[in-house]
């Protein structure tokens, strides 16, 4: 990953950790009142909340909330900060009840858990409108290289550009010539002969490879050997219809196609 998109991702987590902190002190203090109680001590429970914040980030990163390609207004993102919100409480709960027992408000956990969530949702929010601003300014992208200028590769490029995506294309090799020379833009530099040069002029970290797919194999070793990263859309391999998603069976990933996807496919 990029030196400027490790320093956003750590502003991303930093704020997510003084966003926890607070929705435990917004949690005691809407509960207790704003006058510290002797019954439930603001120490004590400051404590346990300092000890339960390394764990809810790990768990951040277990529910793989920090992935650079997520889509933050979604539910599926919802559904991981969420999660996150709930075992934040329950491993606070645990922790407070070993080491005191006594507890003083069940209400106030609820609260814990809508703080949470609505805070760290809220700022995942914003965090990406700030993440694509710094992409448009062309910070931390990642520049990228097209091979296709055919109809899915059209549809990859325009699609890349008008959501501001981190893999921004910036050269397209039309793999069998033509008449094109922009897709939405971006410059058509001519075909397969100009490849390493093109990768070469244009300071290329990515191949997105939408046609072609002979030249597969020695495009994959070209990426591999020269640390480019490659992708490729399944529309490559005449998968055009149907949800695709890539799945690890006893530990090997494969290509999962299925023909229309169901509710339950985001629960397991």
């Known amino acids: ?35 510290l109680s002797t019954d439930f001590p603001f120490p004590r429970y400051a404590l346990i909340a300092l000890i339960t914040l390394p764990i809810t980030l790990g768990l951040m990163f277990f529910a793989r909330s920090y992935r ?20 934040n409480v329950a491993v606070f709960m645990v922790l407070y009840y ?15 858990f809508a703080f949470t969530l609505a805070l760290v949702y809220g700022w995942h929010l914003l965090f990406q409108w700030i993440l694509k601003r710094n992409f448009q300014r062309e910070v931390g992208v990642y520049r990228t290289l097209v091979i296709g200028a055919n109809r899915p590769a059209e549809d990859i490029v325009g699609l890349l ?17 033509g008449q094109k020379t922009h897709l939405h833009g971006v410059p058509v530099v001519g075909k397969m002969d100009r490849f390493e040069r093109a990768v070469a002029e244009n300071n290329i970290d990515v191949i997105l490879q939408a046609d072609h797919l002979e030249q597969s194999l020695n495009i994959i070793n ?9 992708v490729m859309p399944p529309e490559l391999l005449g ?30």
Not at 161 to 177: M, T, W
Not at 254 to 266: A, C, I, N, Q, Y
Request: aromatic share 14%.
């Open 1 to 35: 990953m990029k030196k400027s998109l490790i320093r956003l991702k750590a502003l991303q987590i930093v704020v997510d950790a003084i966003l926890i902190l607070a929705a435990f002190a917004l949690a005691y203090f809407i509960r207790v009142g704003f006058i």
């Open 68 to 87: 650079l390609t997520q889509q933050a207004l979604s539910l599926r993102h919802f559904q991981r900060i969420a999660y996150v919100s709930i075992q």
């Open 98 to 112: 070993f080491a005191y027992r006594n507890f003083f408000s069940r209400l106030i956990l609820v609260y814990i």
């Open 161 to 177: 550009i008008g959501q501001r995506s981190h893999l921004k294309p910036v050269a397209v090799i039309n793999a069998h010539g």
């Open 222 to 230: 070209y990426a591999l050997a020269n640390h480019l990263l490659y």
């Open 239 to 268: 998968v055009f219809q149907g949800h695709q998603r890539v799945e690890e069976v006893e530990g090997v990933p494969l290509l999962k196609v299925e023909k229309r996807r169901r509710w339950w496919h985001d629960v397991w």
